[in-house]
């Protein structure tokens, strides 16, 4: 299958944080249960991965794929009936990657307004036509919440990049 083209030089100018929100939402059913009674977790990460890939797409202008999955962190389960929203927004970019911010909600029949039920991180990295890594426009905060999430973002970024040392180290000398 091949990818739809992707410009040949797109614009590197920063692209406004708002531009990659996106937000989809479905209505979990039976389908989606485990023997509990609840939302698999795996259903609730691959709506995670969508809305991601969408935000991911959006600020780059292309196609992009997930790299990392950093973190995942469920706060409550999540019910058969139940409305689960994400929204996502890139945090952070790289040259060719970027970190991806998802906030899980459901609302819940009998109970008023949104439950937050889990956020998520992970790294997409837009690719060309041929599947090889591509440039991304950097990401521009509009706001303190914007400039403090691609903090936030260059933290996991580096905790991710030292963990990778460490192991690397410890491969390469054993555990003594």
């Given at each position: 299958?091949?990818?739809d083209?992707?410009?040949e030089?797109?614009?590197?100018?920063?692209?406004?944080?708002?531009?990659?929100?996106?937000?989809?939402?479905?209505?979990?059913?039976?389908?989606?249960?485990?023997?509990?009674?609840?939302?698999?977790?795996?259903?609730?990460?691959?709506?995670?991965?969508?809305?991601?890939?969408?935000?991911?797409?959006?600020?780059?202008?292309?196609?992009?794929?997930?790299?990392?999955?950093?973190?995942?962190?469920?706060?409550?389960?999540v019910?058969?009936?139940?409305?689960?929203?994400?929204?996502?927004?890139?945090?952070?970019?790289?040259?060719?990657?970027?970190?991806?911010?998802?906030r899980?909600?459901?609302?819940?029949?009998?109970?008023?307004?949104?439950?937050?039920?889990?956020?998520?991180?992970?790294?997409?990295?837009?690719?060309?036509?041929?599947?090889?890594?591509?440039?991304?426009?950097?990401?521009?905060?509009?706001?303190?919440?914007?400039?403090?999430?691609?903090?936030?973002?260059?933290?996991?970024?580096?905790?991710?990049?030292?963990?990778?040392?460490?192991?690397?180290?410890?491969?390469?000398?054993?555990?003594?």
């Open positions: 299958m091949a990818l083209p992707v410009p030089h797109p614009s590197l100018e920063p692209v406004p944080a708002s531009q990659s929100r996106a937000t989809l939402a479905r209505v979990m059913g039976v389908i989606d249960a485990n023997n509990y009674g609840n939302v698999h977790g795996g259903v609730i990460l691959r709506a995670v991965d969508e809305a991601g890939a969408v935000s991911a797409v959006k600020h780059s202008h292309g196609p992009a794929v997930t790299a990392l999955i950093d973190q995942m962190a469920f706060r409550e389960p019910k058969l009936g139940d409305l689960l929203t994400t929204r996502a927004q890139v945090n952070w970019t790289g040259n060719t990657s970027m970190e991806v911010g998802v899980i909600t459901v609302e819940r029949s009998g109970v008023e307004g949104e439950i937050h039920v889990g956020t998520a991180y992970l790294v997409y990295v837009a690719i060309d036509a041929d599947g090889e890594p591509r440039k991304v426009p950097p990401v521009r905060a509009e706001d303190d919440e914007d400039r403090r999430r691609f903090a936030e973002a260059e933290i996991r970024r580096a905790s991710r990049l030292g963990r990778r040392q460490a192991i690397e180290e410890l491969r390469r000398h054993g555990a003594e």
